[in-house]
């Protein structure tokens, strides 16, 4: 079965301290996987997948299929990094999501 | 803009009722998906079209319906409303399954 695990709801961080978003799946196939965000009063976006393997914003995601990980990370967190971040699996016809993991970005 | 338009933007209903929530999907997307926010359950997909063709459902109860019509809109249908079934509904658009998802800005629904 599909699913996405992110253990953390809550993640505080300061600024310019590094932060990591952890994100495991859990899927037979070849996963697809992406992050998204959401910042306060937008809507839900595209924030980086793993086939591209790029840098969004100082954002990487690297797939470890060993471990079944997609985490975020970022060497330096920005006060306007602080969101809703989604980790995202995509399968046949379908895009499961985890709960979500609110990032603060303590000035 | 991402061009995917949900209406309307809040919704308030009294328990037992029924209403239908619209979403127009971007120009040139032909799948739909619909998910329910919730505070406790982030996330949740609920169904997926594509063309017209019901393509994948996830956790989404009998008492609610959708479609998606021959001009690819699609609408999200909830009946015997209940308190619980208070949250936001997104819907998202997207070219095939591993396009990245476009989202609307969702509908805030509160069931009284």
């Known amino acids: 079965a599909q699913r996405v695990t992110q253990p953390e709801k809550l993640l505080s961080v300061f600024k310019g301290a590094p932060v990591e978003l952890k994100c495991n799946y859990s899927?037979?196939?070849?996963?697809?996987l992406f992050w998204y965000v959401q910042y306060s009063r937008q809507r839900l976006q595209l924030l980086l997948r793993?086939?591209s393997r790029e840098s969004i914003k100082g954002f990487t995601a690297d797939l470890n299929k060993g471990e079944t990980s997609f985490h975020l990370k970022k060497p330096f967190a920005q006060e306007e990094d602080s969101a809703m971040y989604y980790c995202a699996l995509g399968g046949a016809n379908n895009l499961f999501f985890g709960t979500g993991t609110r990032l603060t970005v303590i000035p | 803009d991402s061009g995917v338009t949900q209406t309307p933007k809040h919704l308030i209903t009294a328990t037992g009722q029924r209403v239908t929530l619209r979403c127009s999907p971007r120009s040139g997307d032909l799948s739909v998906y619909w998910y329910q926010q919730s505070l406790d359950q982030g996330l949740q997909f609920l169904i997926q079209y594509y063309n017209g063709e019901e393509r994948a459902k996830g956790n989404i109860l009998e008492r609610f319906s959708a479609q998606q019509f021959p001009d690819l809109h699609s609408e999200l249908n909830l009946s015997s409303l209940e308190l619980g079934d208070s949250a936001l509904y997104f819907c998202?658009?997207?070219?095939?399954?591993?396009?990245?998802?476009?989202f609307g800005n969702g509908t805030r629904l509160t069931v009284t």
């Open positions: 899927y037979s196939g070849s996963p697809e």
């Open positions: 998202a658009s997207a070219r095939d399954y591993n396009s990245p998802l476009h």
């Open positions: 793993h086939i």
